[in-house]
């Protein structure tokens, strides 16, 4: 049997525009109190106008899955070289713990947007909820999806890709910062290229920065 190798380039993402950035008037409150942060495998969905239409909804959904998980890991790990400089008041569960706990509670993927952040809590045992949603007119190169590129002929040379990422207190459910930007790149846009520019745009304004000058220090 034949072996193929797939060869792609991951070219750099591109920041449009500006970014749409809130943070909660009492953060400094929480950015006292918190400690430790969980990142949540990200929400993933699809321009359905994009799409093969010979792809299944079980196809699309295991691609979704595969970006959710991989995003979530290459998030965890750009936070963390951060947090190896000193650069944050926090730190961020292993994404190997907060997924484990997950499964042993049962709850899967699909059904993880129904579960409250203090919920969430009493399983994880973290301080604060990280979140995201990425809305791309098509899915990334992960292994999957770049079969299914080659085979039907289906990618674009472009990628529009539209992030929030949100954090909310785990006790009180309170939503603490949103951000909200806009991305473009090639058909080659990878988890890690995603998280590497996302990660450098919100570093000024990541709420948890060891600089941060607080209002009414405690």
């Known amino acids: 049997m034949k072996r193929f190798t797939l060869l792609f380039v991951i070219p750099a993402l591109l920041l449009t525009g500006c970014a749409s950035i809130y943070t909660a008037p009492d ?3 929480y950015y006292q109190a918190h400690k430790t942060v969980a990142i949540m495998p990200f929400k993933v969905s699809y321009d359905p106008s994009k799409l093969p239409k010979d792809m299944t909804t079980e196809t ?3 691609i979704q899955k595969e970006e959710a998980y991989s995003l979530q890991q290459q ?3 750009k936070f963390l070289e951060r947090e190896a400089k000193n650069k944050f008041t ?5 994404v190997t713990q907060t997924n484990a706990l997950l499964n042993d509670a049962s709850i899967k993927y699909d059904s993880l947007s129904f579960y409250t952040p203090q919920k969430l809590r009493e399983i994880l045992n973290v301080d604060a909820i990280i979140t995201g949603h ?4 098509k899915p990334m190169s992960t292994g999957a999806a770049v079969a299914m590129g080659v085979i039907f002929g289906a990618w674009g040379p472009t990628n529009e890709v539209n992030v929030t990422v949100s954090i909310h207190d785990a006790g009180a459910g309170t939503l603490l910062w ?3 930007h806009k991305l473009s790149g090639s058909i080659g846009s990878s988890s890690e290229g995603l998280a590497k520019s996302l990660i450098s745009d919100i570093s000024s304004s990541f709420p948890y920065k060891r600089d941060r000058k607080i209002k009414n220090p405690q």
């Open 27 to 29: 953060f400094d409150v």
């Open 60 to 62: 699309i959904a295991s």
């Open 134 to 137: 990425v809305r791309r007119s």
């Open 75 to 77: 998030m965890y790990i």
């Open 90 to 94: 926090v730190t961020f569960q292993d």
């Open 178 to 180: 949103n951000y909200e």
